[in-house]
């Protein structure tokens, strides 16, 4: 992934990903952006002088696993991410910590988003099953 700074054209790339970046989904606040094509879910900190020189965020390891979407949460720094396998995950960025929202062992995601308001998450698959993950307050 490589990416530019408008203010001074800077470039900065962003490597180790093991299969084509599908997605990618700003957080609210465009601190981080997140990016499907690795094994976790990976977020970049793109504050201040933005990712260059630092290592990614990352959560969420699928054994034989990939992500292939990503969702940022509407307004907090929380990420969605999903896998090859079907598995869905939630995670904290900053925390690097992440749940099972939907385990494995169907068809790859294809699609991910969040309600307006965060509280759901819709996944479809590419077979066209569609799981909608209603969320507690306090889980995310």
Request: proline share 5%; hydrophobic share 40%.
């Given at each position: 992934?490589?990416?530019?700074?408008?203010?001074?054209?800077?470039?900065?790339?962003?490597?180790?990903?093991?299969?084509?970046?599908?997605?990618?989904?700003?957080?609210?606040?465009?601190?981080?952006?997140?990016?499907?094509?690795?094994?976790?879910?990976?977020s970049w900190d793109c504050s201040g002088n933005g990712p260059s020189g630092k290592p990614?965020?990352?959560?969420?390891?699928?054994?034989?696993?990939?992500?292939?979407?990503?969702?940022?949460?509407?307004?907090?720094?929380?990420?969605?991410?999903?896998?090859?396998?079907?598995?869905?995950?939630?995670?904290?960025?900053?925390?690097?910590?992440?749940?099972?929202?939907?385990?494995?062992?169907?068809?790859?995601?294809?699609?991910?988003?969040?309600?307006?308001?965060?509280?759901?998450?819709?996944?479809?698959?590419?077979?066209?099953?569609?799981?909608?993950?209603?969320?507690?307050?306090?889980?995310?």
């Amino acid at each position: 992934m490589h990416c530019w700074r408008w203010s001074d054209r800077k470039g900065m790339r962003m490597s180790g990903y093991p299969s084509k970046i599908r997605n990618i989904s700003w957080t609210a606040d465009s601190r981080f952006i997140a990016a499907s094509g690795a094994d976790s879910v990976t977020s970049w900190d793109c504050s201040g002088n933005g990712p260059s020189g630092k290592p990614p965020l990352e959560f969420g390891y699928v054994y034989n696993g990939i992500v292939r979407q990503v969702a940022a949460h509407p307004s907090d720094s929380v990420v969605a991410g999903g896998y090859s396998d079907g598995t869905v995950m939630i995670g904290n960025i900053e925390q690097e910590t992440a749940m099972i929202a939907r385990p494995g062992g169907g068809k790859p995601v294809a699609g991910l988003t969040w309600s307006a308001d965060g509280r759901i998450l819709v996944a479809v698959d590419e077979a066209g099953a569609i799981a909608v993950m209603r969320l507690k307050s306090g889980m995310v």
